[in-house]
């Protein structure tokens, strides 16, 4: 998960692709990525300070803190996405402006260890969903303002993509953008 500096640092692991369908392997990998997402959060930021948390991540990007507090809303919305999905009739979900909310008292002002937990909590109800879902469930749609109709098969792919590009982003920070300590 370390990205050349060389390659776009805005998406180190390339940008989300959305296919019309995806196989029972491709369903259980993401569902297994999406499992994995909170320990590989915990262990990436491991050794970081107060310093790190409120350095950009990559040139012109949120701070590392606020990057933190991001996957954590990001991530809930995703939650609650699946159980709209799931009990409601093609649900239209409501989108938000991320950038706004990275500059809200909540993700300026608290240790983004307060989001770990609430990845890691969120995660862990929503693994139990997406493993106890059927086939068919996978099949269920919403719509997405920005995105259009997806069902909850494209809704589990693109955060478990959205979860390994920001962890790959904390990665790089790590291994290029990292101020050195004295």
Same mark, same amino acid.
């Given at each position: 998960?370390?990205?050349?500096?060389?390659?776009?640092?805005?998406?180190?692991?390339?940008?989300?692709?959305?296919?019309?369908?995806?196989?029972? @392997?491709?369903?259980?990998?993401?569902?297994?990525? +999406? !499992?994995?997402?909170?320990? %590989? *959060?915990? @262990?990436?930021?491991? =050794? +970081?300070?107060?310093?790190?948390f409120a350095a950009?991540?990559?040139?012109?990007?949120? %701070?590392?803190?606020?990057?933190?507090?991001?996957?954590?809303?990001?991530?809930a919305n995703a939650?609650?996405?699946?159980? +709209? =999905?799931?009990?409601?009739?093609?649900p239209t979900i409501?989108?938000?402006?991320?950038? !706004?909310?990275?500059?809200? @008292?909540?993700?300026? %002002?608290?240790?983004?260890?307060?989001?770990?937990? +609430?990845?890691?909590?969120?995660?862990?109800? *929503?693994? !139990?969903?997406?493993?106890?879902?059927?086939?068919?469930?996978?099949?269920?749609?919403?719509?997405?303002?920005?995105? =259009?109709?997806?069902?909850?098969?494209?809704?589990?792919?693109?955060?478990?993509?959205? =979860?390994?590009?920001?962890?790959?982003?904390?990665?790089?920070?790590? @291994?290029?953008?990292?101020?050195?300590?004295?």
């Open positions: 998960m370390n990205p050349s500096p060389a390659s776009d640092p805005r998406y180190p692991i390339g940008r989300f692709v959305r296919q019309d369908v995806y196989s029972h @392997a491709e369903r259980s990998a993401h569902v297994a990525r +999406l !499992a994995a997402q909170p320990g %590989t *959060l915990a @262990a990436v930021l491991d =050794g +970081l300070d107060e310093h790190d950009p991540y990559r040139p012109g990007g949120w %701070t590392v803190g606020q990057l933190v507090h991001h996957l954590a809303d990001s991530h939650f609650i996405r699946v159980k +709209l =999905g799931l009990t409601e009739d093609e409501k989108p938000y402006d991320q950038d !706004a909310w990275v500059q809200l @008292a909540d993700a300026t %002002t608290l240790p983004p260890h307060v989001s770990v937990a +609430l990845f890691a909590a969120t995660h862990i109800r *929503l693994h !139990a969903v997406l493993e106890s879902m059927q086939g068919e469930q996978f099949a269920r749609r919403l719509m997405h303002p920005e995105n =259009g109709v997806m069902t909850l098969d494209q809704v589990a792919a693109m955060y478990a993509w959205h =979860g390994d590009h920001h962890l790959a982003h904390l990665a790089q920070y790590r @291994a290029h953008y990292r101020p050195p300590r004295g």
